[in-house]
């Protein structure tokens, strides 16, 4: 319990990445295709996606109980924006290809995310 004390923040954003995935399995359709964006855009809901989250999100949250030494907390905090930014420019790709050119609220609060990420990525202590 000491451990995840000290990386709370990369737990919860493991559970985050992992409550994704979940969403996705459950969700049979969670980003629909609007007519004027590529095909690719409803695909990456879908169960190979969706359980690549989940095997992140469970891999990120069972590290922080143990202590994060620099390699391993480099890989978590790469796969995380990895995972994170990629969302960001589908949902974003999505929403501009929408009849309406607004950001939704899924594509602002991917964005925050990715950089909360950023922000604890560069400013957390550097074990």
Not at 15 to 21: D, I, Q, S
Not at 22 to 40: E, H, M, Q, S, Y
Request: proline residues 6%; hydrophobic residues 55%; contains cysteine.
């Amino acid at each position: 319990m000491k451990y995840l004390r000290q990386n709370h923040f990369w737990f919860l954003t493991g559970a985050e990445t992992f409550t994704l995935g979940l969403i996705f399995i459950f969700t049979g359709n969670f980003i629909d295709r609007p007519p004027n964006a590529p095909d690719f855009i409803a695909s990456v809901d879908d169960p190979p996606f969706a359980i690549a989250l989940l095997i992140i999100g469970l891999y990120v949250m069972f590290s922080c109980f143990d202590y994060l030494h620099k390699s391993n907390k480099d890989l978590i905090v790469f796969i995380l924006l990895f995972v994170w930014t990629f969302y960001l420019i589908i949902f974003s790709i999505h929403d501009f290809s929408a009849p309406v050119l607004m950001p939704k609220f899924t594509t602002l609060f991917i964005f925050f995310i990715d950089i909360r990420i950023l922000l604890e990525a560069f400013w957390s202590n550097p074990d």
